[in-house]
């Protein structure tokens, strides 16, 4: 006897299979005869996938900046494990880790290598707030919740430093296991191909398809060489939507060109979640989607790929054993228009819709999902 029994669960490469979870875990795949405690029966007209995994949202609801509730930007919209991209650094780690613990979506962090966090756009303008012991003793005191490191590379956050703080964040990620480290672009200084030549196999760079011009495509619209270098190093591109810094002409162009994200995530926090243009990872997705990729590509970005990225080895993929995060959902044959972070739009005739998600076993519907009346449990 289950716990919960997933009857004709539809996967992205439409195989329609049976999940069955117990104490937590993924117990079983395929047809089964067993019973359960609780059986939902999707009958091959719902999509599940492994729990979507956010790897940037902000999610510190003490921010003065960029602050939301994990299960505002998690659970609710059908997202079972958020990654919160350096909203605290060292002074605020502890707040933020004890706040998380009351979230039913999973959350962690990719601490933010200035130790007073964002509590202002400028945060690596002042040296000395950027800490190696701060940041040393945080990893050590979280390394289960510390996946990572964040460092905001546009002229905007490291005023006159230049390409230094980056330096820094290369030797503190040296210095705490070769954690990953996440690389926010934007406005220059400093220059796209100064960070790009510092970075190593397993970063990650966010914004990737911005429309600044200090973008990963020259302004003749090929790729820049010193990213056609990091990637043939092993640095990975993730979406980080956000408010302005994501481009369809810069996405459309790349992805023509084979390159394709790692990761999509949203950069959502509040205000793009309510007022756009973010709104959810599954409005973000829908425009990767409309832009030429496949529902598995798209899946993979935000479940397999995600989890490699960030070390999450129970997480992103349907495989017995794995913690029992799932994601439920409908691809819907519907005309929508999207719109990305330069108001631009695009027409579109399909989108994703989270209906409901189960984490660690548990079972919780969407704000859609109830909206909507799917599913009564």
């Not at 994990?70 to 059908?78: N, Q, R």
């Not at 994501?246 to 992805?255: D, G, L």
């Amino acid at each position: 006897m289950y716990d919960l029994l997933i009857r004709n669960a539809r996967l992205a490469d439409d195989v329609v299979t049976d999940i069955a979870i117990q104490d937590g875990r993924i117990a079983a795949l395929g047809q089964t005869e067993s019973g359960a405690t609780t059986v939902v029966d999707l009958q091959g007209k719902h999509y599940v996938s492994a729990g979507w995994i956010d790897s940037h949202v902000h999610c510190y609801p003490n921010s003065p900046i960029y602050h939301d509730e994990p299960d505002s930007v998690g659970i609710a919209t059908g997202v079972t494990t958020v990654i919160d991209a350096g909203s605290t650094g060292a002074d605020d780690i502890d707040t933020f880790y004890a706040l998380t613990r009351k979230a039913s979506t999973d959350v962690y962090a990719l601490l933010n290598i200035s130790r007073v966090g964002l509590i202002a756009q400028n945060e690596l303008a002042n040296m000395d707030n950027i800490d190696a012991d701060a940041v040393r003793d945080a990893v050590a005191r979280y390394p289960d919740f510390i996946v990572g490191l964040k460092a905001r590379m546009s002229s905007s956050v490291v005023g006159d430093n230049g390409i230094e703080p980056l330096k820094r964040a290369k030797a503190f990620q040296q210095e705490n296991g070769n954690l990953p480290l996440m690389v926010h672009i934007g406005n220059n200084p400093p220059n796209l191909d100064e960070i790009a030549d510092l970075l190593t196999s397993g970063d990650i760079i966010t914004h990737c398809y911005n429309g600044k011009p200090n973008r990963i495509l020259t302004p003749e619209g090929e790729l820049r060489t010193s990213i056609t270098a990091a990637l043939r190093r092993g640095v990975r591109l993730d979406v980080g939507h956000g408010t302005a810094s994501f481009s369809f002409e810069v996405a459309r162009r790349a992805i023509a060109m084979g390159i394709l994200p790692h990761t999509i995530s949203s950069d959502i926090y509040c205000r793009n979640r309510i007022d756009g243009p973010v709104h959810s990872l599954a409005a973000v997705m829908s425009k990767f989607l409309a832009i030429g990729m496949s529902l598995p590509q798209v899946i993979d970005c935000v479940t397999t790929h995600a989890a490699e990225g960030l070390n999450l080895a129970e997480k992103g993929r349907l495989a017995v054993g794995k913690t029992a995060d799932l994601t439920i959902f409908d691809l819907r044959q519907q005309p929508v228009v999207l719109t990305d972070a330069d108001n631009n739009t695009l027409a579109a005739s399909q989108q994703l819709v989270a209906l409901a998600a189960v984490r660690a076993g548990n079972w919780f519907t969407t704000q859609q999902g109830k909206a909507e009346h799917v599913f009564d449990l």
